[in-house]
């Protein structure tokens, strides 16, 4: 936790400053305590102020939490969810940049992309070198560019130099320039698609805006902590497998808006450790449900000819209550069921569970533990919960797969990393499985 003391212009009146604020400072919390005779408790949009050793900032979406009273004025606290650092930005809406940077300690480890030439040990060298900026994507409105970046820092009492490397995204603007709102929802996706190909970690080291002639911004938000922690048994893809086809990947990923409700889903179960092994396993069902739903949806029986039916069996009906009863639940009849949906990735079960399982009485088992969870209806032939839980990895691993097919992922290597990831889960499975028993 870092803490400045500096002033700010007064929330209540902005022809008044308020002194000696004190600003705390950490990932995971943003705050400012102040003195005022103000009794109100209300939310504030934005405080500006300047503080000692840290400079101008900007704190967007304070909200009120907490106050101790004192005989001459009372301290106020305030959380913020957003500070920027370099210049006044009351009102980021309207502030536009031309481009931000992000740099992931993530993206080095999948990336391998490194400007230092360690030669210590033959040639007792150390260099840095100059490394290419790749283009991973451009569209009418931003391109991305992979960079690699260090910092040297020199320790002479302590006889160091501190070398750190990271590798990092230029998100920039390519007609008109983007407000902030705006570079945080890209960033944002952009998490999202990178932790799903990498299973890497997410963590942003800092976030700067620039501008043309005006000081870069730094911007604190939760937004630079990870997405999620990397688990050992998720799908992963090598940079070098796909390098050449992120821009068409990054370009499905923001065109098919639908995919990333399934991934939403499974991702839950990443950023909130505590979420229960029962809901853990619904979210996967709906997750793959969803995405057949907007996929690989189909019809059971022809449009018109059912449409002809339903409308002779609702017109044989008089009583309105029971005809409007009818109808709800003939709406979604003429599509497949949760059995039906799970069937159509029959190969990929076949791909990923282990080769002595059935996939038929496996696909059963998840019909019947999901219907037992949301209906509480019998258990007979159902998950236990150690069960449940590899069963929601394999559902995951699914949705994973497809999604990396809906994103333009060549077929073989799809199906070649369904098999690893199904050996990884299997042995996983087989390890705890035998410690559950001992």
């Given at each position: 936790?870092?803490?400045?003391?500096?002033?700010?212009?007064?929330?209540?009146?902005?022809?008044?400053?308020?002194?000696?604020?004190?600003?705390?400072l950490?990932?995971?919390?943003?705050?400012?305590?102040?003195?005022s005779?103000?009794?109100?408790?209300?939310?504030?949009?934005?405080?500006?102020?300047?503080?000692?050793?840290f400079?101008?900032?900007?704190?967007?979406?304070?909200?009120?939490?907490?106050?101790?009273?004192?005989?001459?004025?009372?301290?106020?606290?305030?959380?913020?969810?957003?500070?920027?650092?370099?210049?006044?930005?009351?009102?980021?809406?309207?502030?536009?940049?031309?481009?931000?940077?992000?740099?992931?300690?993530?993206l080095?480890?999948?990336?391998?992309?490194?400007?230092?030439?360690n030669?210590?040990?033959?040639?007792?060298?150390?260099?840095?070198?100059?490394?290419?900026?790749?283009?991973?994507?451009?569209?009418?409105?931003?391109?991305?560019?992979?960079?690699?970046?260090?910092?040297?820092?020199?320790?002479?009492?302590?006889?160091?130099?501190?070398?750190?490397?990271?590798?990092?995204?230029?998100?920039?603007?390519?007609?008109?320039?983007?407000?902030?709102?705006?570079?945080?929802?890209?960033?944002?996706?952009?998490?999202?698609?990178?932790?799903?190909?990498?299973?890497?970690?997410?963590?942003?080291?800092?976030?700067?805006?620039?501008?043309?002639?005006?000081?870069?911004?730094?911007?604190?938000?939760?937004?630079?902590?990870?997405?999620?922690?990397?688990?050992?048994?998720?799908?992963?893809?090598?940079?070098?497998?796909?390098?050449?086809?992120?821009?068409?990947?990054?370009?499905?990923?923001?065109?098919?808006?639908?995919?990333?409700?399934?991934?939403e889903l499974?991702?839950?179960?990443?950023?909130?450790?505590n979420?229960?092994?029962?809901?853990?396993?619904?979210?996967?069902?709906?997750?793959?449900?969803?995405?057949?739903?907007?996929?690989?949806?189909?019809?059971?029986?022809?449009?018109?000819?059912?449409?002809?039916?339903?409308?002779?069996?609702?017109?044989?009906?008089?009583?309105?209550?029971?005809?409007?009863?009818?109808?709800?639940?003939?709406a979604?009849?003429?599509?497949?069921?949760?059995?039906?949906?799970?069937?159509?990735?029959?190969?990929?079960?076949?791909?990923?569970?282990?080769?002595?399982?059935?996939?038929?009485?496996?696909?059963?088992?998840?019909?019947?533990?999901?219907?037992?969870?949301?209906?509480?209806?019998?258990?007979?032939?159902t998950?236990?919960?150690?069960?449940?839980?590899?069963?929601?990895?394999?559902?995951?691993?699914?949705?994973?797969?497809?999604?990396?097919?809906?994103?333009?992922?060549?077929?073989?290597?799809?199906?070649?990393?369904?098999?690893?990831?199904g050996?990884?889960?299997?042995?996983?499975?087989?390890?705890n499985?035998?410690?559950?028993?001992?």
């Amino acid at each position: 936790m870092e803490n400045y003391i500096g002033k700010i212009v007064s929330p209540f009146n902005e022809n008044e400053s308020i002194d000696f604020v004190r600003l705390s400072l950490s990932n995971e919390r943003i705050e400012i305590e102040l003195s005022s005779n103000e009794r109100g408790f209300e939310n504030i949009k934005s405080i500006i102020g300047t503080f000692n050793g840290f400079g101008k900032v900007s704190l967007i979406n304070c909200k009120y939490s907490g106050m101790s009273i004192g005989s001459g004025a009372d301290i106020k606290k305030y959380t913020a969810e957003y500070l920027f650092k370099g210049n006044f930005i009351p009102n980021p809406e309207s502030y536009y940049f031309d481009r931000v940077n992000i740099e992931m300690t993530g993206l080095l480890d999948w990336t391998n992309i490194s400007a230092i030439n360690n030669n210590l040990f033959t040639d007792k060298k150390l260099t840095i070198e100059d490394v290419e900026i790749i283009e991973i994507y451009n569209s009418d409105l931003f391109s991305v560019e992979i960079f690699a970046s260090n910092n040297v820092s020199l320790k002479r009492e302590n006889n160091q130099i501190v070398i750190k490397e990271n590798v990092g995204l230029k998100i920039k603007s390519t007609k008109e320039k983007i407000n902030v709102w705006k570079y945080l929802s890209l960033i944002t996706e952009l998490k999202k698609i990178f932790f799903i190909l990498s299973n890497r970690n997410t963590k942003i080291d800092n976030t700067i805006f620039y501008k043309e002639t005006e000081m870069p911004v730094t911007l604190y938000w939760d937004g630079n902590n990870s997405l999620g922690s990397p688990s050992p048994i998720n799908p992963i893809i090598k940079f070098e497998e796909i390098k050449f086809c992120l821009n068409d990947i990054i370009h499905n990923w923001f065109e098919k808006e639908d995919l990333h409700t399934s991934i939403e889903l499974i991702l839950e179960k990443t950023i909130n450790n505590n979420l229960s092994r029962e809901n853990y396993f619904l979210n996967n069902c709906f997750s793959i449900e969803t995405f057949h739903r907007r996929f690989k949806n189909y019809k059971l029986f022809d449009r018109v000819e059912f449409k002809s039916i339903k409308k002779n069996i609702l017109s044989s009906i008089e009583d309105n209550t029971i005809r409007s009863l009818i109808e709800n639940n003939l709406a979604h009849i003429n599509e497949p069921n949760f059995r039906r949906r799970l069937y159509d990735f029959e190969s990929d079960f076949t791909n990923i569970l282990p080769k002595d399982w059935n996939v038929e009485d496996y696909i059963s088992k998840i019909v019947k533990s999901r219907n037992y969870l949301v209906h509480r209806s019998s258990t007979k032939n159902t998950f236990d919960k150690f069960e449940m839980l590899y069963a929601s990895i394999y559902l995951e691993t699914i949705v994973k797969i497809n999604v990396f097919r809906s994103l333009g992922i060549e077929e073989n290597l799809v199906k070649k990393i369904l098999i690893q990831t199904g050996r990884k889960i299997e042995n996983f499975y087989s390890s705890n499985k035998q410690r559950k028993f001992e």
